[in-house]
């Protein structure tokens, strides 16, 4: 617990060339948090991004004082993925709940994060984009058709509890990130999956917000080419291996 | 080593290992009836029918894949409002960022 006994966020984001976005992010969780007095903080994981996203950082940190923002612009590794920044975000991260979202605006801020979790006890609040008014802008009907054929053969095979697995805004307590982060291996979309299989297994409640996906305002996506068939592959392995 | 994992007391089954466990049992109570030597008297129509059963069922859980994600395709909710308020909430933020000082 944090100290003092009440609740403290700690929002974990990492970037890469996101100096556009960044600011807009923080303003808005900033926003969020103090207008329902929440105490929070935010650790911006940068990998050394070019575009100058660590100054921005830093920037931010004189703005809103440095027990809010937290940068880390330490070059973590060559191969930088989620898994390794959030380990990396933990470490210093001083709240007893860990949000995960991205920092390119294309997921909606949302207190319902915080508001679930209250109501239920939840370990993890997950965001799905599926259910109740959850859904995506900007997205074109191949899109869709993938994303929702994706998870329908994630269903029928893994059957999780979750409606929506490939997705990245969570709200998790610290404890229970930390267990789920030594259990997990793979990457990308795929160790989104596992973290939720795995927390089926080891017991944890898992409760669902529906979130908004806006698609890219500013900065380029970084989807690849090959996504599909590494999806299939990890699914397939967690098929087999959970 | 696998297999002994399968009956250890700590060993959850894998998703794959159920989906075995499962086939395996419908499959041999499947071959068992269908495939059966006529000492198990089964009357002719629920034997003719029993054979192509898999088949059926695969196909039967086809139409339900396409219906249901096809349903779900077209009920997936595009946030118009998600992104007006997006759009007015960066405004917001890069009017007051500036003014607190923050070079873009």
């Known amino acids: 617990m944090a100290p003092g006994g009440t609740d403290k966020f700690s929002v974990l984001l990492p970037t890469y060339n996101e100096r556009e976005n960044l600011p807009l992010v923080v303003w808005l969780l900033a926003r969020t948090f103090q207008e329902s007095g929440n105490d929070f903080e935010i650790i911006i994981i940068d990998d050394g991004s070019p575009d100058g996203t660590q100054e921005i950082a830093e920037q931010l940190e004189k703005i809103y004082g440095s027990d809010k923002i937290v940068s880390l612009g330490e070059i973590i590794s060559v191969l930088f993925s989620s898994g390794t920044a959030y380990i990396h975000g933990m470490k210093h991260a001083t709240g007893n709940f860990i949000v995960i979202m991205d920092a390119d605006l294309s997921h909606h801020v949302s207190l319902y994060f915080v508001l679930k979790q209250k109501e239920g006890n939840f370990d993890i609040v997950s965001g799905t984009r599926y259910k109740g008014n959850g859904g995506v802008y900007g997205w074109d009907l191949k899109r869709k058709l993938i994303s929702r054929g994706a998870n329908f053969i994630t269903q029928v095979l893994l059957r999780p509890g979750a409606s929506d697995l490939t997705g990245s805004f969570r709200l998790y307590r610290k404890e229970v990130l930390q267990k789920l982060m030594e259990k997990c291996v793979s990457k990308g979309y795929v160790f989104q999956m596992e973290m939720i299989v795995r927390a089926r297994q080891l017991g944890y409640t898992i409760g669902e917000v529906p979130i908004s996906f806006v698609d890219r305002v500013y900065g380029e996506s970084k989807l690849g080419g090959n996504e599909i068939v590494s999806f299939l592959k990890g699914l397939l392995t967690l098929f087999a291996t959970t | ?104």
């Open chain 2, 1 to 104: 080593i696998r297999f002994s994992r399968l009956f250890s007391p700590q060993a959850a089954m894998t998703k794959l290992g159920q989906w075995l466990c499962g086939l395996a049992l419908l499959g041999s109570a499947w071959a068992a009836l269908a495939l059966a030597s006529p000492g198990l008297r089964l009357p002719a129509p629920l034997r003719e029918a029993l054979l192509p059963l898999p088949v059926y069922l695969l196909v039967a859980f086809g139409c339900y894949s396409l219906a249901t994600v096809g349903y779900r395709l077209a009920t997936f909710n595009d946030c118009e409002e998600a992104a007006a308020e997006l759009q007015e909430h960066i405004s917001a933020a890069r009017a007051d960022l500036s003014r607190r000082g923050l070079c873009f």
